[in-house]
């Protein structure tokens, strides 16, 4: 073989490129089913082709930050980003080295979808909730003077702190995925943590899936002067029937054909648009 | 409303590369708050000092300090942008001045949610170019691609309602093939996110650990008054996994 299949060593200069690109990307891919996956693999598509030398492995990095991922873009976009790197960067080597794979896709998975929710509601009541209002209110006054000095200050101070302490968290998550990995890498322990992962991972998406799927009926009829309105009726019965039923739906459609998802997009699309247009949803 | 072309165009533009958040994260405190699209449009139309003014004012109503007596509009940038030229040019109150936008603010909250829908569909470009380890294509289709499609949608949008005045917009967002239009579009926006949940269960981990997916589903739903926060339930769900692990291990023993 002429390529060498080491995997380079992951710099202080990779880390603070994948924050920036993940600062910059964050919110603009958005999109309805898998929200900003794919600005982490933007952040770390640099970094996955220094570590990944033969093209499948490499790929299959690239799908994987490709699937469902959001959250907050300091706190949980900076310690996330750091975390997978350095996730990313030992799995890379175990594969190289031909050891054992205790790095797994499913592990990388896990911790994001278990880290994502819990940070974002963290960084959401800091950020957007706190230091925000901080420096506005700090430069109100002066924008009450007619001093523009009231919109510049609160939009670079803000801005740049931001920035600063996000690079920081993404520089903490790396030390603290590599302690991590080393660790983990003792084996025994492996499967219990992987375990324990998938159970907090679905558990949080259980959370996160109760306020991010919207499906409710508008649906009412006027039978002799008294409203019956289905979807208090549904309330009645279960709450969240309808998005559960949806998910459960797309979710046994995956398992029966196969993960085909533009066909669930388009299918779920035309059913809601046509119940919406006849104002049943 | 009296801006010219070139006037209504730039800060139609401004509120579009806002909307595409093409900035990274220096876009947050330009979405929520009214007070750099207050200054852009005082440094387009020439007024900065009032400007400021009328946007210390807005941002006051939206930190909830004055109060408006009746609904806020959503998506501030938008609003902002129709209502500092609106105070200006026809000598209102800032707080009479957001009211005005609301309609147009409403429809920039569409605009956001209908990015999302087309972007939605630009993943699966994404996934092809992943597919060919295209860093290039990926680059078009993560950035340049939804930052486009932001462009397309609220540039036209802005400067229809800074040329020929918010009225032109209220008019179309409250017509009836329009709002049944945008109904049909978060019905369709607020059901789509279950394919990546769902896509998301199906690949982790056991089938069977599907029912810790049920569990808090509907535990979030019976909690929802309370306002549980996420962190809460980070906790609860890192001792849940660690009683699975622990219960497992003894039944292994």
Do not use: C
Not at chain 1, 163 to 182: P, S
Not at chain 1, 253 to 272: D, E, M, P, Q, R
Not at chain 2, 195 to 221: C, N, R, T
């Amino acid at each position: 073989m002429s390529k060498n299949m080491t995997p380079e060593k992951i710099t202080q200069k990779d880390l603070h490129g994948a924050w920036f690109r993940w600062w910059w990307a964050n919110e603009v891919p958005h999109a309805f089913d898998r929200y900003i996956s794919p600005s982490l693999l933007l952040a770390l598509m640099p970094l996955l082709r220094k570590l990944y030398k033969n093209d499948d492995d490499l790929r299959e990095a690239y799908h994987r930050h490709l699937m469902f991922f959001n959250t907050q873009a300091i706190w949980g976009g900076g310690t996330i980003t750091g975390i997978v790197a350095s996730l990313e960067e030992t799995r890379a080597n175990q594969i190289a080295n031909n050891e054992e794979v205790t790095v797994t896709h499913d592990l990388i998975n896990n911790t994001k979808l278990g880290l994502m929710g819990a940070l974002a509601g963290i960084g959401d009541a800091i950020d957007s909730g706190t230091v925000q209002y901080i420096f506005i209110a700090i430069a109100l006054p002066w924008a009450q003077a007619g001093s523009p000095m009231g919109s510049l200050f609160p939009w670079i101070g803000f801005t740049l702190v931001t920035y600063l302490y996000g690079y920081y968290f993404t520089r903490n998550g790396y030390k603290l995925g590599r302690a991590a990995a080393t660790e983990l890498v003792s084996g025994k322990k492996m499967t219990a943590i992987i375990e324990g992962l998938s159970v907090l991972g679905l558990f949080m998406m259980g959370i996160i899936a109760s306020s991010y799927v919207k499906v409710a009926s508008v649906f009412t009829l006027n039978i002799s002067g008294k409203e019956f309105v289905l979807q208090n009726i549904l309330d009645g019965l279960l709450p969240g029937l309808l998005p559960f039923t949806v998910i459960m739906a797309i979710y046994f459609y995956f398992s029966k054909k196969g993960i085909k998802v533009t066909n669930a997009i388009l299918g779920l699309t035309a059913v809601l648009g046509v119940l919406a247009w006849f104002n049943i949803l | 409303m009296e801006l010219t072309v070139v006037q209504a165009l730039l800060i139609a533009l401004f509120v579009a590369a806002v909307q595409s958040r093409g900035l990274g994260y220096a876009t947050l405190t330009m979405r929520f708050s009214p007070m750099m699209t207050g200054l852009v449009v005082g440094l387009v139309m020439g007024r900065v000092p009032e400007a400021m003014v009328i946007t210390a004012g807005i941002q006051l109503v939206y930190m909830g300090v004055i109060a408006p007596g009746g609904s806020m509009p959503s998506e501030p940038a938008v609003a902002t942008a129709i209502a500092v030229p609106v105070a200006l040019l026809a000598k209102m109150e800032p707080y009479e001045a957001i009211a005005i936008a609301i309609p147009v603010g409403l429809l920039g909250g569409y605009l956001y949610q209908f990015r999302f829908f087309l972007n939605t569909f630009i993943i699966r470009l994404s996934d092809k170019f992943a597919e060919e380890l295209n860093d290039k294509g990926l680059w078009f289709s993560i950035m340049g691609l939804p930052i486009i499609v932001s462009f397309a949608l609220y540039v036209p949008v802005m400067f229809l309602a800074l040329y020929y005045g918010a009225p032109f917009i209220a008019e179309f967002t409250a017509a009836n093939a329009s709002s049944q239009l945008f109904h049909v579009l978060s019905v369709v926006g607020g059901g789509l996110a279950a394919v990546g949940i769902a896509l998301s269960v199906h690949v982790i981990g056991k089938k069977e650990y599907i029912v810790f997916f049920i569990l808090a589903f509907f535990l979030a739903y019976v909690l929802k008054p309370l306002g549980v926060t996420m962190i809460t339930y980070a906790v609860l769900g890192s001792v849940l996994a660690f009683i699975y692990v622990l219960v497992t291990r003894l039944s292994k023993d």
